[in-house]
Every structure is written in C-alpha cells, then in structure tokens.
C-alpha cells in the first residue's frame, strides 16, 4: 500500500483518499446508528438532533477537505518533509499514545480559542447548532475547523517521526472517539468511572456534555486537560454514573 502511494500520481492519491474518507464516513454514521439501537437503553439524549440539508452539505463538505488534507499531508510524506517509520508493536503503541496525548492538548487549546466569543459566532457555533447529537454531528464543522485539524495533525506529524502502524491506530481511534462522543448513548462500562487510568478516557457523556454546557469538557479524546485546567463540568461523575445505569 505504501509503496503504491509513493508512486502514484496526485490524482490517483486523492481520489484513494477521497474514496477512503467517504468509507470513514459511511463507517462513523452506521456505527453511530448501531450504537443507538444497541444501547437504546443508556440514551444521554432523549432523541437524535433532526437531519439538515445545510449540515448534510457541511458533511460532506468535510469529507472532501479531509481527503484534501491527506493529499497535503502524502506530498509532505513523498518529500520525507513528513517520515513515517516501520517498526515494532511496542514503538507502534507508544507512538500512538504519543500521539493522542499531543493532540488532546492541541486540540483542546484550539477548542477553548474557538470558544472565544468573536471566534465562536464566525467559526465554531455552526458545530454547536447540535444541541444534542446526531450521526453526522462528528461531520458538522466549519470548513476552516476541518483545514484546522488537519492543519494540526500534518504539524505534529513534521515534528514527530511516527510509526505508520501508531498511525493508523490514532486515526481508527480518532473516529471512534469522535463517533462514540456524538453517538447520545454511553456504551462504556460503570466500572470504567472507577479504574484509575481508564476513568480519564473521554467517554459519550464527557462530549456530550460539552454540546449540553459548551463552557466545560474541552478535550476529546481524554479528560487530562479539562481536569489539569479546571475546565471539567463539575457534574461529570454523577451523569457517567447516571448514563450507564440501564
Ligand atoms: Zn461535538
Ligand atoms: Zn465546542
């Protein structure tokens, strides 16, 4: 595969990625749909946010930016500007750790920006019209986040020779992430709350609870830097307990 892609042409790269954008989708909305009707009885919201043909369009809208994004990031690749390394399932893991952590932070820095009054109206407030969520809530962004992201994730990866196997991990784990915090169900375990290590895994109700009270839950994929700052909705315990009580 790696090979293919160090040799093939822009326009056989971006339709690759332009194909592999559209199954990430189509996989986030029919595991979020699946994960509502699994765990119909673990519902953080009452019922789904209702479809949009504007927020449809921004979706999709989104896959193509993100499958531009991957060419940017495949021309970096192709011009070792961006290096990617084969290595072992321990570097692989610690690289993806590595990786989540470095993120997290970034993206919960540039999250608290976009909440800045004047930035939020022009920018972030168009993800926000989910007051509750819906499958596609993961995909409704302002086209400048989705560039931002990317942005972000091409920055680290200049700066941080990566394993390509921990790549792809943060990657599947970035949707999964991203589709468990918009699914309006909790599918962790009660127990989880209580296990020191796994109880700062960002669950559904952590980003569902952002959506609810936009002032708290920053973070996405842990809930490191919220706790670190002071930003962690004070009533997150009790609604964990609560949303995993079937
Ligand atoms: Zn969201
Ligand atoms: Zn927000």
Redesign the pocket.
Known sequence: MLEFLRSASVLQVTLFFLLANIVIFTSSVALCWCLGRWFGTRRIFDRWEPLRPVEMAAALGAVVLNSFVSVGGWFLWTRDIIVLKDTGILRAAADCIVMVLSMDLGMYVF?RA??LSWVYRWL?RF??RHETTNPISLFVLHPAEVIGFGALMILFLTAYPMSTEGLVAYLSLNVLFGTLGHSGVEPFPAAWGKVPLLRLLGTSTFHAE?HEH?KYNFGFYTLLWDKLFGTLDPDYERRFRQDTTE
């Open positions: 999250h976009a909440h972030h993800h926000h952002h936009p």
